[in-house]
């Protein structure tokens, strides 16, 4: 397996524009005939200072570049160097244009980059130093990066020649030479055929009871410095904390409670509610379900702490997600059988390569594995998503191999289920989504309310629902029309006017969405929501909104009952032959969608005073979104009739359940039966006195002032250039957000440091890995940075919550659990948006501290908290206790955080 020639090239360079920026430096690496490698370096003379920044990044620091040439003087050579070979690099195309612009350019290209995300459609990140960062390789000095490149090129060729042969043959069709000049070799024996080329059909049922196994240790045992974790795992700590909650969930079980515990981080929550409930269910042989609020979570307890708690256990245990998160073979098989060399774009191509090999090297077929990157690709991991329109079941003939399947299947055999509360609250929702369980266990307990609140609701955007619509008529209804055309002229007659009224429907659909936009008016705020009130009922009656929205209904009561009546005769004509037909199983899924589409279009908007009804309105580019919700009040009795009537014993665990050691505001939410509930308060296993200050400068002015916002930025300016970085701002709003980055963002840049806005330099997990690899930045957040941010040492030192966060007013269905609040003649400030804001500043506060070795300040900008300001600021002191509390000027205040996180004085 001996590739062409080729050469590996890469350039360092002042600047990443190759029309503004020059090079200063150009290594290279070639293969010989005799299978050596030979080594050429160059320096370059750019002709400008280095930017200090790019000296750090590739060690350059002290060298004088102008003693070297220039890169027209050694152009020459480097071309001899190339000849005619290959040229290989780690995203070739940057190199490629600084070489070009000096007269260096070859024909045949190989990027190392694109190739390494076909290989390994798995990495979470596609840089050279992330892909063989246990490599030893110094990156950034271009001599290094060949080296790197070589390295990686080799690893491709070994994963591509592993692959199954039919694996291969569809890449070399579709890829053609750009395959070929990787010689992956022919098959071999000893590798599996991939799913997509083994079709099979659903195997009989095995029996599902599950197996008891009474000789088995107690949690105690298990957790012990004896015990089973002990030995398996090395320098596991024994944590009191941990072993009394453990102990609170094995009582819960036997006793059929449903217990509420407050664990904070270092606790070991997730093995003390893991272990008990293991040892339990492999005892009694009943099955429980552990539900956690994200996916990044559920990958966790997947893959970390499933593996300590079930370690030499014989219990069997699956992780499980909805739908829309596995791979569908179906429609992978169809999108490979029509790939064109001829017709389809490179980068089609390229994508469909990339979900070729994933398909073959994937476990689970979970798309969360698979990390796409360009348009193409992201398109290509959309269109071959299981989904409920286009899912076959049993009958489809990848039923056997289906990972979805799979995964049922498994978890039909398994004491422990692994899942997210959004499947947790469709199988309330639904029914039958989740095998039969009798336990269950809810991490991250302080979100599931709202995540059952969306499963219960309503949600159109009419905009994507035209599109979606749209899509339909172009490609389900023609297939249907002509598969019709031969002998039922009656169905394809039907089927046109089913098209017809869909595209008036739709038509329908965007002149509510044009009048509901008008209803709005947008100042430097990009979304706005109206609660559908009796007096906004009145007045759509009287201004023609109300009618609009009827003939919108009725519309879609018509297409419902045109549907219904296309499927009956469907039936007629070809009884159960119609529900294997790929075409009109679509059909079906579709039908089904639009009876629960027509159900909640009929209920939208009337008043109720169980359910709320509201639209929002998303400005984007000039185009409003206009998206039609409804929801209800309380979730409390849906929970209670659904979850807790129906399960031996639960537990509900957080960081936050409790505000002032009372259990009674989630409790309330979550309609938790008082005679059911048991509560445990774990004290955090950390010094927080040493490890920790709340801070509060005594001396900015109130929050609603116009001072304060100019106030906050001078405060995170000073402390972040004291702490060089490290530093996370929690805020309250995207438009504060906007406005603090604006203020703060040249002048940290002046002294070195960088601003990180969430929606602004980026979103979610990756922007807090940005922030987490880079100490010199701060971060500023909204929303979902106020919890699940872990980062730890010194990278964080300093946590600034610029106000008290309560709930900001406009929320329609906040608003009408106030009211609610209101009528039954209690204080909704101290029954709901007080508990509320406390929980949710612990979350913030949390942040901060997540190992024993962790110090810092929490700054809180707001001096509602303080002592005698107000009547409830002692909560939000009492929430972090015995934090202690520092307040003072801003100088004094300053110098506590420097002292705390021993950081000497400039």
Request: charged share 25%.
């Amino acid at each position: 397996m001996v590739l062409a020639p080729w050469v590996v090239v890469d350039v360092e360079t002042t600047g990443m524009d190759a029309f503004r920026d020059a090079v200063i430096q150009v290594a290279a690496a070639r293969s010989e005939e005799d299978g050596s490698l030979s080594v050429a370096n160059w320096f370059v003379d750019p002709g400008r200072p280095i930017p200090a920044a790019i000296g750090r990044l590739t060690g350059f620091v002290d060298v004088d570049f102008s003693q070297y040439p220039r890169l027209h003087q050694i152009h020459a050579d480097i071309k001899s160097f190339l000849a005619d070979r290959w040229v290989v690099g780690h995203n070739i195309t940057f190199d490629q244009e600084f070489l070009e612009r000096a007269g260096i350019s070859w024909s045949q290209g190989v990027d190392t980059l694109e190739w390494a995300r076909i290989a390994f459609p798995g990495e979470r990140s596609y840089r050279l130093s992330d892909l063989m960062a246990e490599r030893g390789f110094r990156f950034h000095d271009a001599r290094d990066d060949v080296q790197a490149t070589v390295a990686l090129m080799q690893r491709i060729q070994r994963r591509l020649s592993r692959l199954p042969s039919s694996v291969k043959r569809d890449l070399a069709r579709i890829l053609g030479s750009e395959w070929d000049w990787w010689q992956a070799g022919e098959h071999d024996a000893h590798v599996p055929e991939a799913p997509l080329y083994r079709p099979q059909a659903e195997p009989q049922p095995s029996d599902r009871r599950l197996a008891r196994f009474e000789a088995v240790p107690s949690p105690e045992q298990y957790l012990s410095p004896e015990g089973a974790i002990a030995q398996s795992v090395p320098n596991f700590e024994v944590r009191p904390a941990q072993t009394q909650m453990a102990a609170a969930v094995l009582a819960n079980w036997r006793a059929h409670g449903i217990l509420m515990v407050e664990a904070g981080t270092g606790t070991g929550k997730s093995l003390a509610y893991l272990v008990p409930a293991t040892l339990e269910s492999a005892r009694a042989g009943e099955r429980v379900v552990v539900a956690t609020n994200t996916l990044a979570l559920q990958e966790q307890l997947w893959h970390k702490d499933w593996p300590t708690a079930g370690a030499g256990l014989p219990v069997q245990a699956t992780m499980l997600k909805g739908k829309g998160r596995y791979l569908c073979l179906l429609k992978l098989d169809e999108v490979v059988n029509t790939a064109s060399p001829m017709v389809d774009e490179r980068a089609w191509r390229l994508a469909i390569a990339e979900a070729l090999v994933y398909q073959a090297t994937t476990e689970r077929g979970d798309v969360e594995e698979w990390n796409p990157r360009g348009d193409e690709a992201r398109r290509l991991k959309d269109a071959i998503i299981t989904d409920r329109n286009a899912c076959r079941g049993p009958q489809c003939v990848f039923a056997g191999p289906c990972f979805m399947r799979q995964a049922k299947r498994s978890a039909e055999s398994s004491h422990v289920l692994i899942v997210n509360h959004a499947l947790l609250a469709a199988h309330l929702a639904q029914g039958g989504v989740l095998p039969e369980f009798q336990h269950v266990i809810i991490d991250e307990a302080h979100r599931f309310a709202e995540v059952v609140e969306r499963s219960f609701g309503f949600d159109l955007t009419l905009r994507e629902w035209a599109r979606e619509g749209k899509e339909m008529d172009r490609t389900l209804i023609p297939v249907l029309m002509d598969q019709a055309r031969a002998g039922h002229p009656e169905l394809v007659a039907a089927l046109d006017r089913l098209r017809i009224e869909l595209n008036q429907t739709f038509t329908v659909a965007l002149e509510l969405s044009r009048v509901l936009a008008e209803e709005l008016h947008f100042d430097d705020y990009p979304q706005q929501s109206v609660r559908i009130t009796e007096a906004v009922w009145t007045k759509w009656d009287a201004n023609g909104v109300r009618a609009q929205l009827t003939a919108l209904t009725d519309e879609a009561h018509l297409v419902l009952a045109l549907g219904r009546d296309i499927l009956a005769e469907v039936e007629a004509i070809w009884g159960d032959a119609s529900e294997e037909e790929v075409s009109w199983l679509r059909y079906r899924k579709w039908l089904e969608e639009m009876t629960e589409l027509d159900y909640g279009l009929s209920a939208f908007g009337i008043p109720d005073s169980e359910w709320v009804s509201w639209f929002e309105g998303h400005l984007r580019k000039d185009e409003v979104a206009i998206r039609l919700r409804r929801g209800p009040v309380s979730v409390s009795d849906i929970i209670g009739d659904r979850l807790w009537s129906k399960v031996n014993s639960a537990a509900l665990t957080s960081a936050t359940l409790s505000v002032g050691g009372r259990f009674e505001y989630l409790e309330e939410m979550l309609g938790v039966p008082a005679d059911r509930a048991r509560h445990l308060v774990l004290p955090s296993p950390f010094d927080l006195k040493r490890q920790a200050r709340l801070v509060v400068p005594s001396s900015l002015a109130p929050v609603d002032s116009s001072e304060h916002l100019q106030q906050m930025a001078d405060f995170v300016v000073e402390a972040a250039v004291r702490l060089n970085g490290r530093t996370l701002v929690l805020l309250n709003s995207y438009r504060t957000l906007k406005q603090l980055d604006q203020k703060v963002r040249e002048r940290l840049q002046s002294q070195g440091i960088a601003s990180l806005a969430q929606g602004i330099d980026g979103t979610g997990p990756g922007l807090v890995e940005r922030f987490r690899d880079h100490p010199g930045s701060i971060l500023l957040g909204v929303a979902s940075l106020w919890e699940g941010v872990d980062v730890a040492g010194d990278a964080l030192s300093l946590v600034i919550i610029g106000r008290l966060p309560f709930a900001t007013p406009g929320d329609p269905i906040e608003e009408a659990r106030l009211e609610r609040i209101r009528a039954e003649g209690g204080l909704p400030f101290y029954r709901r948006t007080l508990p509320q804001a406390v929980l949710k500043f612990q979350q913030g506060f949390g942040r901060l501290i997540r190992r024993r070795s962790d110090r810092g300040a929490v700054a809180v900008l707001d001096s509602r908290i303080l002592p005698g300001q107000t009547r409830y600021g002692h909560q939000f002191i009492r929430a972090v206790q015995p934090v202690p509390l520092v307040v003072g000027d801003v100088q004094s205040i300053l110098a506590e955080i420097g002292a705390v996180v021993e950081v000497k004085e400039i």
